[in-house]
């Protein structure tokens, strides 16, 4: 077990069977105490299951591991991406907190390449274009998907906008039913310019256009680009500094600023801004991303809870969910530390969750009955951006409840109808879903999941797990074509099966 975890343990056996309902009971002002306000950002950490004195371990482990200062690093442009030796400057995307020339360089890239990105839609919006496509996969989909749909009532309305990302073709056939290629700009998006998806999907949508004028990409891999036949004036760069799904602040935010506008792409760079400040300069008692990262590891290898919930209680947010896993389970699920020897911890929980209320009546039952204690994050927003009320309160009472139910429980007579309660969960409010409030809380969760990853030493910007699956399609290819055979025996009884039906 890794040296630091000792004294947080010690912590947990010290609490013995304190429960959620005896640690609120018991300290009246925790309620207030354990929560945080960040710009638009409401956090309440009371329903976690620690009292104050673990809180205060927590805390001074924060301090001994010297998370602050890993905080400047990444702000600086430390090579914090040891596999790839580089840098992850997302944060230079969005604001000028970065010291040094690494940052400085990087935040002079950003600024030229915004300035594209902004004639580039203006041009899209002198046009007779109504709609545009977004063919990416991973980083270059999930930011720009969720941001497009959780910022819905923010669109300034110029274009529609559709995403294309799986290789099922079925997807881009269904997108492109009912377009008309003479109105629609297709933005091929991806930071490689080498991801199959991508190409195939990207090839489809360029010979639907029938024309390059309206094809535009964003890559860090401008040839490429170029030799997929798109006009250099139309690719946009991003650089590898910047970790795909770290990316929505970048040109690839390019259907965001157009579904938005500009002015609305600069409010979501400036929530995530404040957020940076925040991460960077407030101390560790008081500083929101680090306080949900200790959170998170408390809950991870402190009570042993193998997966984490994030409930939005708001249907815009739907795609959080979807949009986290990548951020979460990609950044952080490693089993080696930076320097290739095996973690003494475990690591990433594995990240679930789904839109509230809809959401209770399907995986509830298991978060109020089931074996497993789930942590979870409600997410809720005080100011709705329509005029109904009445369902505006059901909705937040039901977040309220909800919160309620897991940390308190029922007793029943009946084993059946008994609730055990003691389910820790953490709630964040937005005082309303704005472009300033989520670019605040995607920043939130991004520090987060990097002081999680410098507390287990692992590497929150790589992901070589996805490669050997890559590469073993790329060899049974063939096979599926039905021009080989496979090696692995249940691979080759699986073929049969699919060609005996071909
Ligand atoms: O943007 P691209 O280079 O096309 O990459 C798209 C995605 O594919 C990769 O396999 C990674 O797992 C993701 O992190 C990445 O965002």
Redesign the pocket.
Known sequence: MAAWLEPLHAQARRMGNATLRGLVDDDPARAGDFSLRVGPIHANFARQRMDREALGALLGVAGDMALPVAMRALFDGATVNVSEQRPALHTALRSGLGQGEIATRARGQARAAHERMADSIATLEASEVTDIVNV?????DLGPRLSVDALKDWRTGRFRLHFVGNVDASEAGHVLDGLDPRRTAVVL???????QE?LLNGAILRDWLGSGDRMHAVSANVAAAVAFGIDPGRVLPMWDWVG??YSLWSTVGFSIAAAIGMQGFDGFLGGAAEMDAHALESPVEANLPLRHALTAVWNRNILGLPTQAVLPYDQRLALFPAYLQ?LVM?SLGKSVRTDGSPVATATVPVLWGGAGTNAQHSFFQALHQGTDVVPADFIGVVHPAHGHSGSHAVLLANLLAQSEALANGCADGDPQKAYPGNRPSTVLLLDALTPRSLGALIALYEHSVYLQATMWGINAFD?WG?ELGKRIAGDLLPAVSGKGEARDPVTRALLAEIHGHG
């Open positions: 990416g996969i991973g980083g270059s998006v991806s930071k490689s310019f080498g991801t991508t795909g799904r990548q990609e992901q996805v």
